[in-house]
């Protein structure tokens, strides 16, 4: 009787998971919310061991997360790095260069492959990624792209953090179909420049210590130079840099205390435990290091291209990691988690793996009006090439040793020492947009604003004057 009863036990054993295997197969994925923050640096966050109190409601909220302290973003700008955040591509591969380029139609981003149950929204704040500008709308079920504040006296074409956060929640509470998973991406342009929290903002912080501004300066003996502030980002009696560093710390508690409420909302109406959550940037940007003062684009600098990357969520062991990350990694994580099938061919990884590639590299680019800046980062060693927009043609190498020269102050040239950079000048001669510049725009480029395609109208160029795209 024993011995009968025991394989009986083990077949109804049997039959049990496997009905809960497959009942875990029917439910649905857990939500996803992916947020990202305009010009973002990570040492600006509690998360990352910033001294000043700038993200307290993230810093709480995300205290179990992952956070990974060697993130980059595959772009130097918004118009080129957000595409391949939300499609794993490096900027070649999905070859959006320019602002105001639509994104290729058989270019493929997180919503288009995730499982038809989910339902898709986006609220975003900078003119680039409308619509209008880059053809995402069409991507997700909901796309919310109404920018047209101004801010101070001078008309800036954004939208701030509270009535973006306030047209996000008003969707979540009325429109969001709680019986399907959700996939909720949210863009805030604070603290993108000009630095001019609202003034509804009372300012927290006031940097004007000799020893605060050195802190920031490349060059130790270099004094501050309103010069090297580009004109847009200039406001009416600052004239220096640690105001600025205030005022840009400000927009980011701002953002901080409006991304309190998004979340909250969520919270309110699922599960937030078994959500995936994902907070990034587009890209960093400059304090007072280097030749260009509160600004990006135009480098693979260290503060230019290196950006926060934080996950928290089912499956994802907190705590700090030290291996190298990119925004491409983002799309692959997102489909894993939610059950799609993952292209064969994007290069990024699940950052929910524990597991680390010790020889990984990871590649970043940046565009001026005639050259072109890569870059690749393989452990601490850091290879740069400048080339000639249009062309290709390497007009210079730069090779850094992060370990020996972190804030990038001595550019060598490369060398048999270094070794050759693995795989950037394969890519670079791969590239079908050489130097950086699609074909069908090289005779349609605006003169007066070399990074803007021609389909730009003059509303839309005032607009991205007035957030430094146009000189």
């Known amino acids: 009787m024993g011995s009968s009863a025991r394989p009986r036990a083990w077949l109804l054993a049997t039959a049990i998971a496997l009905l809960l295997a497959l009942d875990s197969c029917r439910r649905d994925p857990g939500d996803v919310l992916l947020i990202t923050v305009d010009a973002l640096r990570p040492d600006h966050l509690g998360l990352y061991g910033y001294h000043r109190p700038t993200s307290r409601n993230l810093d709480r909220r995300l205290a179990d997360a992952a956070v990974f302290l060697r993130a980059y973003s595959a772009a130097a700008q918004t118009a080129t790095g957000v595409p391949s955040l939300l499609s794993g591509r490096l900027p070649q591969e999905h070859g959006v260069?320019?602002?105001?380029?639509?994104?290729?139609?058989?270019?493929?981003?997180?919503?288009?492959?995730?499982?038809?149950?989910?339902?898709?929204?986006?609220?975003?704040?900078?003119?680039?990624?409308?619509?209008?500008?880059?053809?995402?709308?069409?991507?997700?079920?909901?796309?919310?792209?109404?920018?047209?504040?101004?801010?101070?006296?001078?008309?800036?074409?954004?939208?701030?953090?509270?009535?973006?956060?306030?047209?996000?929640?008003?969707?979540?509470?009325?429109?969001?179909?709680?019986s399907r998973p959700l996939f909720l991406w949210v863009h805030l342009i604070d603290p993108h420049g000009p630095y001019a929290p609202p003034a509804e903002w009372s300012p927290l912080f006031h940097l004007r210590s000799q020893e605060a501004l050195q802190q920031w300066l490349s060059e130790p003996d270099s004094p501050p130079e309103l010069a090297r502030v580009a004109a847009y980002m200039r406001l009416p009696g600052v004239t220096d840099g640690p105001a600025y560093v205030d005022r840009y710390d400000d927009e980011i508690a701002f953002a901080d205390h409006h991304l309190e409420r998004l979340l909250r909302a969520y919270s309110d109406l699922a599960d937030q435990d078994k959500a995936l959550i994902v907070l990034s940037a587009d890209h960093g940007e400059s304090m007072m290091e280097h030749d260009r003062w509160f600004s990006h684009g135009h480098h693979v600098y260290e503060e230019i291209v290196r950006v926060p990357l934080v996950v928290r969520g089912p499956g994802v062991r907190p705590g700090a990691r030290d291996h190298l990350v990119s925004t491409i990694d983002i799309a692959p994580t997102i489909f894993r988690f939610a059950g799609a099938t993952v292209p064969e061919d994007l290069r990024g990884i699940d950052l929910r793996d524990r597991r680390s590639a010790a020889d990984r590299s990871v590649f970043f680019e940046?565009?001026?009006?005639?050259?072109?800046?890569?870059?690749?980062?393989?452990?601490?060693?850091?290879?740069?090439?400048?080339?000639?927009?249009?062309?290709?043609?390497?007009?210079?190498?730069?090779?850094?040793?992060?370990?020996q020269d972190p804030r990038e102050l001595y550019p060598r040239p490369w060398s048999a020492a270094a070794g050759p950079p693995p795989l950037l000048l394969d890519l670079c001669s791969a590239d079908p947009a050489p130097g950086g510049l699609p074909e069908q725009y090289r005779a349609g480029m605006r003169l007066s604003a070399p990074k803007i395609a021609d389909r730009a109208d003059a509303r839309a160029l005032e607009a991205l004057r007035s957030l430094g795209y146009v000189d």
């Open 97 to 178: 260069r320019i602002i105001w380029q639509l994104l290729p139609e058989d270019t493929a981003l997180i919503p288009d492959l995730l499982p038809p149950r989910y339902q898709t929204a986006a609220f975003v704040s900078n003119m680039v990624l409308t619509n209008e500008a880059m053809g995402l709308g069409e991507r997700f079920d909901h796309y919310d792209d109404f920018v047209d504040e101004r801010e101070s006296e001078r008309v800036v074409f954004e939208r701030n953090a509270r009535r973006t956060i306030d047209a996000a929640v008003r969707w979540l509470e009325e429109e969001w179909d709680r």
């Open 366 to 403: 940046a565009s001026t009006a005639r050259s072109q800046w890569r870059g690749e980062l393989r452990g601490h060693r850091k290879w740069i090439v400048r080339l000639a927009k249009g062309s290709g043609k390497i007009e210079e190498t730069w090779f850094f040793d992060l370990a």
